[in-house]
């Protein structure tokens, strides 16, 4: 069985970055900017005032000083003509400053009668002007790649970048297997239970700027199942989950070998996501996740979201933090294990019972603890390493 450092190579090996396409700014949030955008102005483009006040020659400002209202200068309204010595520009934030001026003083500083400013605070030194280009000059560069975050997204707004290169969705076709399986809301049989995996990894894969197509649930039959193989056709990426054990009606392995499929392996020392399955199936890269629905939750976050960050052209990476054990472990077996557990204040706790068929563990854990093949016995106290949830 390989490792899975080992796992995760080859299915890194099996995707290669998709295309980019050029989509509107207001729909550019958490996609994955795919080139590098430059400022095609400077922000702000001239001299601006950044308070509400008087322009004036910093020369003449002192206490008492009494000036000329010559004119106004709003946002987006400049002042035309020139400030000369005596005289002061009303002004508002954002206005450009008008010539001759280098200095604001607040309007709070100041006592105005009819055209008349008198300083009747002393202002401080600060001259409540922004230069030209303070904020970013033309030729600035957001760099790519990057997960667009809102704060990305206005800084390209006030680049003047209406349209934005961003990496294609790369699109995931899920297949749920099972004759147990039916969809939440239908009416289960009496041996049935309701597919939950799909619905998990497609929330996952999609917060991750993947493009989900849910495919219908394939029965305990050849037939079946390779029907919904072909269904996936034309997707970058088919996920199974479930059938890919050693049980008479698990037949991912079978169908899939029967179809052509190139092998990349099967099955990875790891607890829980055993019996995980990866190769190329018709040009798309193809894995079968375990179908116990922590196993598939988990090799979600350890073995898809990493081939999804490489398929948008991200550099592919599982983030470890460390925590401090807040009550003792027993000794790991020779799987790496990611077990649930709760981080709070850097202190962790895994939960006690770890079956790989408990989602609502799952959910109420905020953090995969991790332990290596054969870590000792650990006391409460020691540093370990965790997968944020
Ligand atoms: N003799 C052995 N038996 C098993 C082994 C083994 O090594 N030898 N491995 C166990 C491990 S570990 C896992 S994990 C499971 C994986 O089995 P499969 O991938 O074949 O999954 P299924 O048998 O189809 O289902 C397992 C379990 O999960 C439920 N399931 C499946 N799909 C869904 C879904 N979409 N939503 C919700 N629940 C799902 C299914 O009903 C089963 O209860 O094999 C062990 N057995
Ligand atoms: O790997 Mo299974 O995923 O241990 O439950």
Not at 196 to 206: D, H, I, R, V, Y
Not at 211 to 223: C, E
Not at 271 to 292: I, S, Y
Request: aromatic share 4%; charged share 20%.
């Amino acid at each position: 069985m390989i490792t899975v450092e080992e796992a995760r190579k080859l299915l890194l090996d099996l995707v290669t970055p998709v295309d980019t396409e050029q989509v509107p700014l207001a729909l550019a949030a958490r996609r994955v900017l795919a080139a590098d955008v430059a400022a095609t102005r400077d922000q702000p483009p001239f001299a601006a005032s950044s308070m509400d006040g008087y322009a004036l020659k910093s020369a003449e400002v002192e206490r008492h000083a009494m000036l000329k209202v010559i004119g106004e200068a709003a946002a987006g309204h400049r002042y035309g003509g020139q400030v000369g010595a005596g005289q002061a520009v009303r002004i508002f934030t954002g206005a450009p400053v008008p010539d001759g001026a280098d200095f604001v003083v607040i309007q709070e500083d100041v006592e105005r009668k009819g055209d008349l400013i008198t300083i009747r605070n002393q202002p401080g030194d600060k001259s409540n002007i922004r230069p030209a280009g303070a904020d970013f000059r033309v030729g600035q560069i957001i760099s790519s790649p990057r997960i667009l975050r809102p704060e990305d997204i206005a800084l390209l707004a006030a680049m003047n970048t209406p349209v934005v290169p961003v990496r294609r969705k790369p699109v995931v076709a899920l297949i749920s297997t099972g004759d147990e399986l039916v969809m939440p809301g239908e009416e289960p049989g009496p041996d049935q239970i309701i597919a939950s995996n799909t619905f998990g990894l497609k929330a996952m894969f999609e917060e991750a700027c993947a493009h989900v197509r849910l495919l219908p649930i394939a029965r305990d039959t050849r037939g079946s199942l390779a029907t919904a193989l072909d269904l996936a056709s034309g997707a970058d990426l088919v996920v199974t989950v479930g059938g890919a054990s050693v049980g008479d009606h698990d037949l991912v392995g079978d169908v899939t070998s029967g179809l052509g499929m190139e092998r990349a392996f099967y099955k990875v020392r790891m607890r829980p996501g055993k019996p995980l399955m990866a190769g190329r199936l018709n040009g798309m890269a193809m894995v079968g996740l375990p179908g116990n629905p922590v196993s598939a939750m988990v090799c979600g976050h350890i073995f898809v979201l990493p081939m999804l960050q490489k398929l948008l052209g991200l550099n592919p990476q599982v983030n470890f933090h460390r925590a401090t054990l807040a009550a003792s472990l027993s000794a790991n077996g020779p799987r790496e294990h990611y077990m649930r557990a709760t981080v709070e204040n850097g202190q962790i706790t895994a939960f006690g019972d770890q079956d790989s068929s408990l989602l609502s563990i799952l959910a109420q854990a905020n953090a995969l603890l991790m332990r290596p093949p054969d870590d000792p016995a650990l006391a409460e106290g020691n540093q370990v390493l965790y997968l944020p949830l």
